[in-house]
């Protein structure tokens, strides 16, 4: 295989695996669960090849050890786990999905694996709003699953209404939305487009892709955000919004005189928290929600009461949660749906792993957070130690981080699939970044200048 041919399918592994982890449950709508771990399979082949193709080098002190020890907790809570085989499935889910994170980014430099990103979140998009044309041109009216989770029929038999939260799509495109996109909820929706506002914002920024070209997909992704009015991802967005600031900021200023950045960023966050609690109501008001937030005060509420029945090591590995495994089977009932997450990744985490697991898991997030700061602000350097332009790519991880970080609090994506693995995917990035910075092109030779010319007074030894 030439190397051009190796590239381009290097590219495509990638880019199928991160839509395919992104956009898990379009394969489980339109396949079934049986179609979606066919496509797992071969997703997982792919990352096998990209490995073994690849060979990336492999060096302890580069490793995140935090990833380490929250994913062996993970395993270790089998041996206490309420529900051990249900566990272990989910701790080999986790792993696999954790293996493909971890393997794109050893395998792809980092201005591939964001090309990567940037192919699967178009693909997500495009295939979302040309669904939602479909549905609303051609149906007229909601979708269900091709291979719904519930039985049809049931509802039919006893005149029940189905709850709006099993459809595919709900049809309103044309009324101005929510749309549900392909990913079947308009939060993941959301959340997409709102990680391809920053991915497709730096490829644009520094040149990566043609300015037409990534203009269009800005208003495709900016539109999308609007039709899914979702008032999770739209907070989201602003606190991805302070952190670009922050970060330009920080930037401006330099090393030595970022003391005032970090102050007010602080401050910033204190009185940001104290209005919103102020004004909660009023802004509820505003995003069209109840006053328990769609619920999920009822749901937190509820996985705290079960966490602090076992408080330090937790119930046991569950990742996302199984509908047949108690207590989770009915912990979180709504209207008639039965939702499988805290919606709160760091509840999901303390009702599972216990306060170690939370331990464990703010380090990996906490660390791949802290890495990815340093890399925005601080100024690159060229071979030989000279100071480098600033670049647009070097800002991704950090926007996204906060952006998964600010999903985490309403969502357990962070979690599981597309969330998860790229949580990982920065960690390790960032951190051999941190031991061995990426190689640069040397420096070009700098010029004489005239008073460094040899001297014409000086007469060779004979």
């Known amino acids: 295989m030439t190397p051009a041919r190796r590239r381009a399918l290097t590219g495509a592994v990638a880019t199928f695996a991160l839509f395919t982890l992104f956009a898990g449950q379009f394969w489980r709508n339109l396949l079934g669960w049986w179609g979606f771990g066919a496509v797992a399979l071969l997703v997982l082949s792919g990352i096998v090849w990209l490995v073994v193709t690849a060979k990336p080098a492999w060096n302890w002190r580069r490793v995140p050890k935090s990833t380490l020890a929250f994913l062996g907790i993970a395993a270790l809570s089998i041996a206490w786990s309420a529900y051990p085989a249900s566990s272990a499935l989910a701790v080999a889910s986790t792993l696999l999905t954790a293996f493909a994170g971890v393997a794109l980014a ?33 149906v007229r009216r909601p979708v269900l699953p091709v291979f719904p989770d519930f039985d049809p029929a049931a509802y039919a038999e006893s005149g ?3 709850p709006m ?63 899914t009015r979702s008032a999770t991802v739209i907070l989201v967005a602003g606190l991805v919004l302070a952190a670009w600031g922050f970060a330009a900021w920080a930037r401006r200023v330099g ?116 890495r990815s700061w340093f890399l925005a602000v601080d100024r690159p350097m060229d071979a030989s130690g000279r100071p480098l332009p600033y670049s647009a790519a070097s800002l991704v991880p950090l926007l996204v981080l906060v952006a998964l970080i600010g999903q985490s609090l309403a969502e357990s994506r962070l979690l599981v699939e597309g969330g998860f693995a790229v949580l990982l995917a920065i960690a390790w990035a ?20 005239d008073d460094e010319r040899p001297s014409t007074d000086v007469q060779p030894a004979r």
């Not at 050893?106 to 044309?133: H, M, Q, T, Y």
């Not at 549900?180 to 490829?203: K, P």
Request: with cysteine; charged share 15%.
């Open 430 to 449: 960032t951190k051999r970044r941190q031991w061995a910075p990426e190689p640069l092109p040397a420096a070009p030779a700098r010029p004489r200048l």
């Open 165 to 227: 939260a099993f459809y595919w799509s709900r049809a309103l495109l044309f009324d101005g939305g929510p749309i549900e996109g392909i990913v079947a909820s308009r939060n993941l929706l959301a959340m997409t487009a709102l990680l391809g506002v920053i991915v497709f914002g730096a490829l644009l920024a520094a040149g990566s892709i043609r300015r037409a070209q990534g203009i269009g997909w800005l208003v495709v992704a900016g539109l999308t955000l609007v039709l």
């Open 255 to 370: 090393p030595d005189r970022r003391r005032p950045v970090y102050l007010t960023a602080v401050l910033g966050l204190v009185a940001s928290g104290t209005l919103l609690i102020v004004f909660w109501g009023r802004l509820l008001a505003l995003f069209g929600k109840s006053e328990d937030v769609t619920g999920r005060f009822d749901i937190w509420n509820a996985v705290i009461g079960l966490a602090t029945e076992r408080p330090w090591a937790g119930w046991g590995w569950m990742s996302y949660w199984m509908p047949w495994v108690e207590p989770f089977n009915d912990l979180a009932e709504r209207k008639g749906v039965v939702y499988l997450q805290a919606h709160n990744a760091w509840l999901d985490v303390w009702v599972q792993l216990g306060v170690i697991g939370v331990i464990a898991f703010a380090s990996v997030v906490i660390g791949a957070l802290w």
């Open 106 to 138: 050893l395998c792809l430099p980092w201005d591939r694996f964001v090309g990567a990103l940037a192919g699967a979140l178009k693909w997500i998009l495009g295939l979302s709003i040309a669904f939602e044309l479909w549905v609303a041109i051609v």
């Open 160 to 162: 029940e209404k189905i």
